[in-house]
């Protein structure tokens, strides 16, 4: 027989009081009470005191607690403060972890932007905070950075690409390609030839043939400029759709953990970005591996890297164009007399130096007397040239590592750890764009999402070994 319940035994009674904890209704497992248990968040304190006054002023908004508001927002992959202030409303979880009664009053939805704009634009506090994370996590030995991972994402900024304009800017060489013409001219000058550069003159060039300074054809080119946002850069890869975008250089140890990280214009290339970011932000973890995909394939970058000692993996690039018959791979290279020996076992010795760097080795045809290849490998020119960088030698001990055990097995842990991070920051975290405006404020908020999935994955870790929990005190003060 069917029973139909009343309407007093289905519907509980909204007017009813009753004695709770708002503790006891947060479960034991739930990610932010995990979080709040393993990360002291009170050494956010220290780094913020300076920026409010002890004795003037209405009380503020507790600091932890807004920043908390910021983390909680990327932890759920919000689109915006004010949908998880909103959601802060009705959700006593997200109270508890903010430390905000039943009844109390939900912060306004622009009270972290506005604290930004007065006190913490233009300071180092969101960096800071990431670093303070990042060190406690070295120092409890659950990071090794022994081995780096680095790549970078693209990230679509808040810029419509129809508002754009064309100008012309000007290209300055940065100090890494001041130290490769340096060398280049060095090279240049041992071999009875003008420089390329002329320091007195960083405006001009000297022309290889005729000797007089001319204009140089890199000093300015023309890039398409957001008037929305003109830090972002016009990215384009592929088949992708042009559109204004940022660039994150992220780099990871062995297990996933977020060490590093820059943000760039889109359209500046991963190799380009690369050296300063290892200058700045991971040299000081003394590395002995770094790990990087075919991105930042390069003789220069090779010898930079290998000048601190450290290894530098990364995989084999096809030869671009079309394979030559008698190409460079079919002449041996002599280290002691630094010259390459055709099949034919003809000498090509140093002739001259490109502005990139590569030795042309050069043999006339009239040297090559009978040769039967002749006609195949000169076809209709009179000399025969292989290009040889000046730092070849470093990518040739790159690519020998790349095949040694060691660098086959940490090349595959790649995909699971740089490749993870990118894939669960964009499809949970809201990495995949950005709402922020200016490269300032899109490095100081991703700091606060690069510490948020150190975070969480700093819980899912205990989680995972709770027995490692109970021994070990990791708390960030």
């Not at 009674?13 to 034991?28: A, G």
């Not at 915006?80 to 903010?98: D, G, I, Q």
């Not at 060490?259 to 359209?267: H, M």
């Amino acid at each position: 027989m069917y029973y139909e319940k009343s309407k007093q035994d289905i519907i509980f009674d909204r007017n009813q009081l009753q004695m709770i904890c708002v503790d006891d209704l947060v479960p034991e497992d739930h990610l932010l009470r995990r979080i709040e248990n393993i990360v002291d968040f009170s050494f956010i304190y220290k780094l913020t005191k300076e920026y409010y006054s002890q004795d003037n002023g209405r009380p503020c908004l507790d600091t932890v607690i807004l920043f908390k508001i910021v983390l909680l927002n990327f932890l759920t992959g919000k689109n915006s403060v004010r949908a998880t202030l909103e959601e802060t409303k009705v959700n006593l979880a997200y109270r508890w972890f903010l430390g905000l009664g039943v009844t109390s009053l939900v912060p306004n939805h622009s009270t972290f932007s506005q604290n930004y704009i007065r006190r913490y634009s233009g300071t180092k506090v969101f960096e800071k905070i990431f670093s303070v994370i990042v060190t406690k996590i070295i120092e409890a030995g659950l990071a090794d950075p022994s081995v780096i991972f680095v790549d970078g994402t693209h990230i679509k900024a808040n810029a419509n690409k129809h508002k754009s304009i064309k100008k012309q800017v000007r290209v300055i060489a940065d100090q890494y390609q001041k130290e490769l013409e340096k060398e280049v001219d060095e090279f240049r000058e041992l071999n009875g030839r003008d420089k390329y550069h002329d320091d007195s003159n960083d405006d001009g060039m000297i022309d290889d043939k005729t000797g007089e300074i001319v204009e140089r054809k890199d000093d300015t080119k023309v890039v398409t400029l957001s008037t929305t946002d003109p830090d972002a850069g016009m990215f384009v890869k592929g088949e992708h759709e042009r559109q204004f975008a940022y660039v994150d250089q992220v780099a990871c140890d062995r297990h996933g953990w977020i060490l590093a990280f820059e943000v760039n214009p889109g359209n500046m290339h991963d190799s380009k970005a690369f050296l300063p970011f290892f200058e700045h932000k991971l040299a000081w973890l003394n590395p002995k591996t770094i790990c990087c995909d075919a991105g930042y394939v390069s003789a220069y970058l090779a010898y930079q890297i290998q000048k601190h000692n450290i290894n530098f993996l990364v995989p084999y690039v096809r030869p671009k164009g079309r394979e030559q018959l008698f190409g460079k791979k079919q002449f041996d290279y002599y280290i002691e007399a630094d010259s390459y020996l055709c099949p034919g076992r003809k000498e090509l010795l140093p002739w001259n130096i490109t502005k990139d760097g590569s030795i042309e080795y050069k043999i006339h045809k009239d040297e090559c007397g009978a040769c039967i290849d002749k006609p195949i490998c000169l076809k209709q020119y009179s000399f025969k040239t292989i290009r040889r960088h000046i730092y070849e030698d470093c990518l040739e001990q790159t690519r020998a590592y790349r095949l040694t055990p060691e660098g086959k097995e940490l090349y595959k842990l790649r995909k699971e750890t740089i490749e993870r991070v990118f894939a669960e920051g964009k499809e949970k975290h809201g990495l995949r764009f950005t709402r922020y405006k200016g490269r300032e404020k899109n490095t100081d908020m991703r700091a606060l999402l690069y510490a948020c999935l150190n975070i969480k994955k700093l819980a899912n870790h205990f989680k995972r070994f709770a027995s490692i929990q109970d021994n070990m005190n990791l708390q960030m003060a």
